[in-house]
Every structure is written in C-alpha cells, then in structure tokens.
DNA sequence: TAAATAGTGTCTTTGAGACACTATCGT
DNA sequence: ACGATAGTGTCTCAAAGACACTATTTA
C-alpha cells in the first residue's frame, strides 16, 4: 500500500484537510429524540367471570416549563454531539423507565421548521414496547409529572376528491389518551394525494387538546407503524409478557388492529410463532386457559 | 377565552418566555440530507429477438474534495435552518436531476458520532423515484461528477448462531455498483439478534470499496425498504412509464424482488393494478404486447 | 347449572404456484 | 418455419373466513 496519497485543489492531504478543516459558523439546528414508549395493562372487570380488559398505553410528560406549560409531551431530550441519536434514545428511554434493553425502532424525523416556536428542533422520534409485567419501577414513580395514558385512534371521517389525474383521499383521525385523572385529545388530517402516478402524503394537526407540538402526528405515525409491523413482525411479543394464554394474545392484536379476530383461524395463524407449555392459568370464572411463550426458533 | 395565561416558576408568560428565550451556545450537529435517487434503465440487447434488459440504477456524485476525494457518495447537502428537512430534500433532488414532484419518502435518519470525519453530522436519507422517460435532462449532463450505476446486491454469506436464550444471524450482502467506466462494490453485515423476546439488529460495513462515508448502509436499507415495499404498495409505478408492457412491468419486480416470477400468477396479481389502453408495442421480434397504464382508481 | 371462556373440526372461498397450452409477430 | 415473447386455462395446494360444536372451570 504504498501509493501516493490523494490531494485535493489545494493541494492538502485528507489528513491535513482534516487537521485544518473549520467547521465554520452558519446556524445551525437543534437535535433532539422523542420516545414512543407503549405497553399494555389491564383493568379489572367487575364481573368476576370475565376476562380484565386490555388497553395500549402511552407515556406522556406533564410540561413544567414554557413553551406549552402544563400541556403533555413525549419524553424526549437533545442529542449531544458526543452521543449517536439510538445511545440519546436509550438514555432517555432508561431515565424515564429504568429499563435498558427491550425492543426500540426508530420511527421517523420531524423537520419543520415551525415545530418548535423556541428556536429550529429537529426530532427523530423512536417507538419502545415494553412488557408491563417488566417494569418493576413503574415509570412516573420518580417523576410526579409523568404518566401512562391509554391510547385509542378512530377514524371519524374520510372522504375522496377527484382531480384532473388522480384523487385526494382525506382522513380525519381522533386520537384519545386518557387515564383516571386526565383526558388529552386531538385530530389528525392525514391527506393522499395521487396525481398522474405520483402519490404523496401529508398530515397536519387539526386540533389538540393539550398535547404539545407536533406529538400528535408522532403519535398517529407510530400507531400507524405499530399497526402495520404487528400483521408481519413478531413484535407484539414485546409487549406480552413471557407467559401468556393465546386469548390475551388474541386480544392485544385485536387493541392495536382495532377489528375482531376470529379465534380459530387466528390460533392456526400463529400456531408456529408460540410454543405451548405445561402451566395454565387458575382462578378464571371459567376454564382455565394453557400458557404459552414466545417461540423465536422457528423457521 | 378569558383565561388568565399560564405562567412558569419564574412568573412569565409563554409569550414572555420566547421573547426572551436564549438557544444557548452548547454544541450542535449539523444535520444533512442524502439522496438515494432509483431509476430502472434498459440495455439494449445484441439479438433482435430478445427484449431489452432492465436495471435498477443508482444516482451517485464523485467526490471533489476531502474527506473521501475521488470516491462516489450519495448526492446530498446541509439542511438550513430555514428549510424544513423536507424541503431540503426536494432542492437537492431539483439540483440533479431537474424534475420536481416525483416520488419520494423519507428512509433512515443516520447519527453515529463518527459517520463523518469532520465533524458531528446527522444525515436524513431519503428515497425518490424517477421513471427513466421523464427525466429529459440526463442528471449529470450539468454536473460532469454525477453518474447512474447499476445497482446489484447479493447475500454471500448466511450464518446463525444459537445463544443463552436466542440466537444470532449474520448475513453478509454484497452491493456492487457498475457503470461503463467505474465498478464500485462493499459487503455490508447485518446482525439480527434475538434474546429472550428481544429483537435488535445493526448493520455495519466490513469492507467498501471507493463508497464514501456510510452511504452503503443507506443504500443497503433503501434497497430493503425497496423490496418490502413493492410488495404491499403501488410504489413500483414510480419506476414505470405512463406506458408499460406487463412483461416490462413484471422485469422491474423481478430485478427488485431479485427473482422470477410466473407469469401466469403475477397478471392475475397484478390485474386490478392497471388498465389496459389499446395500444401495442411495435417491431419487437416477436408477438407484440398491450400497453397498460397504472390504474390509480381501484378499490 | 349457568355464564363465561378455551379450544377444535370442517366446509367454503380465495389466492398462489405450477405448468401446459395457444397466439402472434419479424426474419 | 422458427425463435422469441404474449397471453390464457386449469389443476393443485395452502391459507383465511365462517361458524357450529365440544370442553372445562367457578360461584
């Protein structure tokens, strides 16, 4: 390897242009990470015989400072420059749930130049699941004005213009978190537009309830990417927790898909993701039902 | 709306707050766009008979300057800070290829510390689409450091190890990219590792050859995301002109999905995805075939 | 024994895969 | 006529949907 290094038009090495290289003083953004941090409770049923609801959650943060004072956000924080954006997630995803290593995905970055009315943010935002039984500290503990909120996305409107070479397709999304003390609510219009074969997609916050920024849309992307991942990923098995009967599967598919599943053909749909083991659960009003796991070595 | 506005612990109002709000002077990145701009182009073929070979191309730019002077990287440039990141994108599409509105989705946003030798440098990697026809100015005609290659990729390698309580699976992929006068290839590793019910993946570059910065890892992920998606969506349309041949239609899956496909199924498949117009193709050695146009009004 | 959930059997419908077959052009 | 591609018909197999049916627990 002895050739001649490669100089540029001033006639410098790489390793002078490195040595010399001024990074130079234009403006430039802020980074931050926002966290999507789900996982699924359940609430007792009063009725003794039947199963206790699930709900998917999400965990907010009470504002304590300006801009949207007293409004809820996602926990988040900067990026430094001596950290990579998944290290700034994972750090923020241990403060806020003591919890290292469980499953994270990066989602999608926010760069409007208005998102935040401080100074120019841009946001990568990641998704966490987390299994509930797996959080021995519950997130919030420490932090008084943290808090999980149940999610629930609806669809209240949709409707189809024709264009000259295409159509728009607009939706209007209702996005609800509530928990016992507090409800936050906002609408989400996400539009399609196709022209010629060129297909685009925009969403704007139409109104919020208490949320702050952009969040809404951070969460309207999640749920729609968690929606989508669950149908040919295994990545619902993050939020369960190792041992759990097919029913509770089934209905956790059914919270994040939002339709009802047909009980035989979804137990042959997943026959080979699980794996059946010896222990049942006790106690039900009614039959006792076979714990099953996770099966990760299949084909 | 006559609430009294809400102040914070130091007794200001929002509107107080950002009026007097300092950014401060801590360190930030500078965050960039990377373009990853596909085409499918034919080669004619030496038999008369014989349709013209397709492929999937790559728009790269050869570096001028340090760092990485001389090697090909993805087009690209600093998103300003009163740009959104969007925005910058469609600029850096507009300035080389000249087209505006034409496919294009945001991939990955990129952020280990040292993926840039000069300093901090966040990159958003986006994917646009360009049907061959429409781009009347061949990008690079201006701009005499800009080319298209081909793009191939290649699994080489496969291997899977078993852990505690998961298992471990490397794969090594090949991309080579190739024109009349530059080959250019790396190997790229990509590690999924399962532990518990815990799923992470990394990918890494084991060996690049004249790719500067990570711009394989980014070709590499928009490759897959590529695949994925021309199997759930109409995104393939993008790469057609508004004139095709069902074989033609079929060669620009193949070399995407990277294998064959049966006739017979995929017309059945694809039927509701096109109309069918009452022109024919002419002068082809062989039985002409129908031209179809993308069907954008289905159910 | 009733209410509730757990779990199975099977018929139908749908779609993918395989492959043979027919059709039609240019030289 | 031949080489190549265009395009169709049909059999098989696998998976999804529908739904009735059986099984098992506790108050």
Request: aromatic share 8%.
């Amino acid at each position: 390897m002895n050739k001649r290094p490669l100089t540029d038009a001033q006639g410098l090495t790489e390793e002078q242009f490195l040595q010399t290289y001024d990074a130079g003083e234009y403006e430039r953004p802020s980074v931050t990470v926002d966290m999507l941090i789900f996982t699924v409770m359940e609430r007792e049923q009063d009725n003794y015989r039947k199963l206790s609801d699930k709900s998917l959650q999400l965990l907010l943060i009470q504002r304590g400072q300006h801009p949207y004072l007293g409004q809820w956000a996602l926990p988040g924080g900067f990026v430094s420059v001596h950290e990579s954006i998944e290290e700034a997630a994972r750090r923020e995803l241990f403060t806020e749930t003591n919890i290292d290593n469980i499953y994270m995905e990066q989602l999608y970055t926010w760069g409007e130049v208005e998102r935040d009315p401080r100074m120019r943010v841009i946001s990568c935002s990641y998704m966490a699941l987390v299994d509930r039984t797996t959080l021995h500290v519950q997130a919030g503990d420490d932090a008084a004005d943290a808090a999980w909120f149940e999610v629930s996305h609806q669809l209240i409107e949709s409707s189809r213009k024709e264009l000259e070479q295409g159509y728009e397709l607009v939706k209007l999304i209702r996005i609800t978190l509530q928990n016992e003390q507090t409800t936050l609510s906002g609408v989400v219009e996400h539009v399609e537009t196709v022209q010629g074969h060129v297909r685009k997609t925009h969403s704007r916050i139409v109104e919020s309830e208490g949320l702050a920024f952009d969040h809404l849309l951070m969460m309207q992307y999640a749920i729609e990417r968690l929606r989508g991942k669950v149908e040919y990923t295994d990545i619902i098995f993050n939020l369960m927790p190792p041992l759990f009967t097919l029913s509770e599967l089934q209905r956790v598919y059914e919270i994040i898909l939002g339709k009802e599943l047909l009980a035989a053909a979804f137990r042959r749909k997943i026959a080979d993701r699980v794996t059946e083991t010896e222990e049942y659960t006790k106690d039900a009003g009614h039959r006792p039902s076979k714990l099953y796991r996770y099966n990760m070595n299949r084909e």
